[in-house]
């Protein structure tokens, strides 16, 4: 015949906390209630409060005469003294009175009906938590979906940013090479403009008719007040520096040679090999850093990239 433990453990329970079931009550119908009452307890919480509980409730002693006691304040019944002291040490409650009814033992099919309740609710208990698990889980797959798309916005907008901070630089570059083809293609003009006055003084100075007078050149003076100078009024030079660490702005005499020039870049961690001038287009190597900045073209300013 199998034992009060094993058919606790036939029907389901834990056997650690079938085990403390037993030992707690001492017979298969008060463990029964016992698990039904602390069904919703781990076997931990169980025995923390069992190792801090002051006194165990005594089973029944041999040859003890079973007594009906009953709870007034909850209606529970109980089959001996101590059970109802342990009750009473328990619950709180105190206001106890003797029962001419009798506790009837279940019988085996009422002991398998409690036991099979017992079992449906363990089963509907774990599908709950089951449930829980998946609400959890989808709520962490939210929270850490939003957390990836707020970091990926947050990357997208730096990007942006950047990209609008590149074109800006690109346009003053464009700028600045536009004005320097500007001022180059004028200085172009004004040469041949000053050499074809020069011939024409010449040859009216051989022909003995009157020499002609200088003409402004179109699009270099206005009626109004101008602030352009020629180049030999300028005293510095403004370079800007395409370098490889990023552009750099420097203001030199005009007598700065390109080999200080590049020594001033080399004081920052650059070195330089060539400067580049794209428009005109010409390099300048190591063979030409003796010029000046005057002899080279580049007052009152210049655009070049340092290789």
């Not at 403004?238 to 004081?267: D, I, W, Y």
């Amino acid at each position: 015949m199998p034992s009060d433990l094993d058919t606790l453990i036939e029907f389901g329970f834990e056997r650690e906390k079938a085990e403390l079931a037993i030992k707690q009550t001492g017979g298969l119908q008060e463990a029964i209630d016992w698990l039904d009452k602390n069904s919703e307890k781990t076997v931990a919480q169980l025995k923390e409060e069992q190792a801090s509980a002051v006194e165990e409730p005594p089973a029944l002693k041999p040859g003890e005469e079973a007594k009906s006691l009953q709870c007034d304040d909850c209606g529970k019944q109980f089959r001996s003294v101590a059970q109802a002291e342990f009750h009473a040490s328990k619950s709180g409650h105190e206001n106890f009175s003797e029962s001419t009814e009798e506790i009837k033992p279940l019988t085996e099919e009422e002991k398998a009906q409690k036991l099979e309740l017992m079992k449906q609710r363990l089963a509907e208990k774990r599908a709950a938590q089951a449930e829980q698990e998946k609400i959890d889980r989808k709520k962490n797959e939210q929270i850490r979906l939003k957390a990836t798309k707020e970091s990926q916005d947050i990357k997208e907008e730096l990007q942006k940013k950047e990209r609008i901070k590149e074109a800006q630089a690109k346009k003053r570059e464009k700028q600045e090479e536009a004005d320097a083809r500007k001022r180059v293609l004028a200085k172009l003009e004004a040469d041949k403009q000053e050499r074809k006055l020069k011939a024409e003084q010449e040859k009216a100075k051989r022909a003995g008719t009157a020499v002609p007078e200088k003409k402004e050149v179109a699009g270099s003076t206005s009626s109004g007040p101008t602030t352009s100078k020629p180049a030999s009024a300028y005293t510095e030079a403004r370079l800007a520096l395409q370098t490889p660490t990023g552009r750099v702005m420097k203001t030199f005499p005009v007598e700065t040679t390109l080999f200080e020039v590049a020594h001033a870049l080399q004081q920052d961690g650059i070195e330089v090999e060539t400067f580049t001038q794209n428009f005109p287009r010409k390099v300048f190597d190591k063979t030409d850093f003796g010029m000046t900045l005057k002899e080279a073209g580049m007052v009152p300013s210049a655009a070049l990239v340092v290789k």
